[in-house]
């Protein structure tokens, strides 16, 4: 059974980073895309960012220039360096793959992000 396992999320003041990462344990075959979603109290989810198997990456444009979406192949695992944060960064952030040639959804926990102004 796949389980993707969010950490790195807490409290930092605003213009300082955090480093999320997301784990998997379970096979994940043919993976499409691995990426990052947040979802603010009230809001919906939203994609932060995406890298794809071929190594192509997307961003939400409010992040562009300040996150970074990276993977490590071997571990299948996906990370997400993000600078400069703003109070409206403030989200639980998900960590999501699309596999199985897009027939898997896999997502996880979430992971806690508050930045204080």
């Known amino acids: 059974q796949v389980q993707l396992v969010e950490s790195g999320g807490g409290l930092v003041q605003a213009g300082g980073s955090l480093r999320l990462s997301c784990v998997t344990s379970g096979r994940i075959f043919n993976i499409i895309g691995m990426g990052w979603y947040r979802q603010a109290p009230g809001k919906q989810r939203e994609l932060v960012a995406r890298?794809?198997?071929?190594?192509?990456?997307d961003y939400a444009d409010s992040v562009k220039g300040r996150f970074t979406i990276s993977r490590d192949n071997a571990r299948n695992t996906v990370y997400l360096q993000m600078n400069s944060l703003k109070p409206e960064d403030t989200a639980v952030y998900y960590c999501?793959?699309?596999?199985?040639?897009?027939?898997?959804?896999?997502w996880g926990q979430g992971t806690q992000v508050t930045v204080s102004s």
């Open positions: 999501n793959f699309i596999a199985c040639g897009l027939a898997c959804n896999y």
């Open positions: 890298i794809y198997g071929g190594g192509g990456s």
